[in-house]
């Protein structure tokens, strides 16, 4: 799959800037291929609002976050975020910092750091439900496993496979991700 099919088939609502961002793997056998693709992406979207990192890069895969960086650094201002995260030895709600720290999380776990959901815009709420849970015992799950405001994140949830749907005809009616993806 393209890069740019990644792109529409995974964050179309972080591209329509309905969700802070989003995750998705891709085949990479070179690193400098790789980050000359980022850069790219960057340049185009950066003025749109939107930042494209690898999060992690091992076996000839990448695993890329693709983020508004101000939903990001609103997320990371939320009361009690960063109380949570310090949890974890984050020591900033720096975007920056915050992210780097990330990457050095999902480098030294064996296990996935789920305090990743904050960093895709999940409720705080959910990602520790998640984690005292062991991911279960959720009240439903989509994007996310929910514990806390079911309903309101069902219509969420609704508003972003209904995103997906009309920006993957949209792309495949010629579209392109920079014209599909909303300014912020």
Not at 43 to 58: D, I, P, S, Y
Request: with cysteine; hydrophobic share 40%.
């Amino acid at each position: 799959m393209s890069f740019e099919k990644q792109l529409i088939v995974h964050c179309a609502p972080t591209l329509a800037s309905l969700k802070t961002a989003s995750l998705f793997c891709c085949t990479c056998f070179a690193k400098i291929e790789l980050e000359c693709q980022l850069e790219s992406w960057n340049r185009q979207l950066g003025q749109k609002g939107l930042f494209l990192t690898a999060l992690r890069q091992a076996n000839g895969r990448a695993l890329i976050y693709v983020c508004r960086i101000s939903h990001l650094q609103a997320d990371l201002q939320k009361p009690g975020v960063a109380n949570f995260l310090s949890g974890f030895g984050y020591q900033s709600n720096d975007v920056k910092c915050a992210l780097d720290q990330l990457k050095e999380r999902l480098k030294d776990c064996k296990a996935f750091p789920h305090e990743i959901g904050i960093f895709l815009g999940f409720p705080l709420e959910d990602v520790i439900g998640f984690i005292q849970n062991d991911g279960k015992n959720s009240l439903c799950s989509g994007c996310w496993k929910v514990y806390c405001n079911q309903y309101e994140t069902m219509k969420l949830f609704m508003r972003f496979q209904k995103c997906r749907e009309i920006y993957t005809r949209l792309w495949k009616e010629g579209r392109t991700v920079w014209q599909l993806t909303v300014a912020a």
